[in-house]
T-cell receptor, first 113, second 116 residues
Framework: DAKTTQPNSMESNEEEPVHLPCNHS???????IHWYRQLPSQGPEYVIH???SNVNNRMASLAIAEDRKSSTLILHRATLRDAAVYYC??????????????FGQGTELSVKP | GAGVSQSPRYKVAKRGQDVALRCDPI?????LFWYQQALGQGPEFLTY????????KSGLPSDRFFAERPEGSVSTLKIQRTQQEDSAVYLC??????????????FGEGSRLTVL
């Protein structure tokens, strides 16, 4: 499985934008870039995903480099509720494997008031 | 309920006991996944079901771990002769599609197992 590299931790101030980087230099053409986050004492939660083009949804934006070897999750205005571990995952759909997610260590984001 | 439901939320077992953890996925979801999350680590894949068929059990750490989903809905993860290293949060996730790339996974809150 292709690997992702993320910083262990990041800090942000409340109401400021946050850019969470992810490197995935061994990505293959069929890998989708997924982001999940895990709040304390909860299961992971889907944030956003993309293949080649930048993506926006109500939670965040995903900026994907042209060569797809890196991506950045953007939270436009961090709130205290955004404090969580953010996982960048390459999801490969393999027949009869359902597109299982392989989690790394993630980035622990703390948000200061 | 609207989400993935797991029970029990907390389980304490003595070493050597058998435990069973239950997962109620979102109604109509085809795919079901089990993960194990040790303290301070990311979740690790255990096994995958498509309806009642267990198509991938490559992540099960030993033959003490067994999962089933006999009617394609509720799933049970059973751990026999528990060991201290089995202490972890066990997460269940479901998704509507069986393989589509946009099949977002919905996770339950997990069952925290502590083996004494």
């Amino acid at each position: 499985d292709a690997k992702t590299t993320q910083p262990n931790s990041m800090e942000s101030n409340e109401e400021e934008p946050v850019h969470l980087p992810c490197n995935h230099s061994t990505i293959s053409g069929t890998d989708y870039i997924h982001w999940y986050r895990q709040l304390p004492s909860q299961g992971p939660e889907y944030v956003i995903h993309g293949l080649t083009s930048n993506v926006n949804n109500r939670m965040a934006s995903l900026a994907i480099a042209e060569d797809r070897k890196s991506s950045t999750l953007i939270l436009h205005r961090a709130t205290l509720r955004d404090a969580a571990v953010y996982y960048c995952i390459l999801r490969r759909i393999v027949y009869n494997q359902g597109g299982k997610l392989i989690f790394g260590q993630g980035t622990e984001l703390s948000v200061k008031p | 309920g609207a989400g993935v439901s797991q029970s029990p939320r907390y389980k304490v077992a003595k070493r050597g006991q058998d435990v069973a953890l239950r997962c109620d996925p979102i109604s109509g979801h085809v795919s079901l996944f089990w993960y194990q999350q040790a303290l301070g680590q990311g979740p690790e894949f255990l096994t995958y079901f498509q309806n009642e068929a267990q198509l991938d059990k490559s992540g099960l750490p030993s033959d003490r771990f067994f999962a089933e989903r006999p009617e394609g809905s509720v799933s049970t993860l059973k751990i026999q002769r528990t060991q201290q290293e089995d202490s972890a949060v066990y997460l269940c996730a479901s998704s509507f599609r069986s393989g589509g790339n946009s099949g977002e996974l919905f996770f339950g809150e997990g069952s925290r197992l502590t083996v004494l």
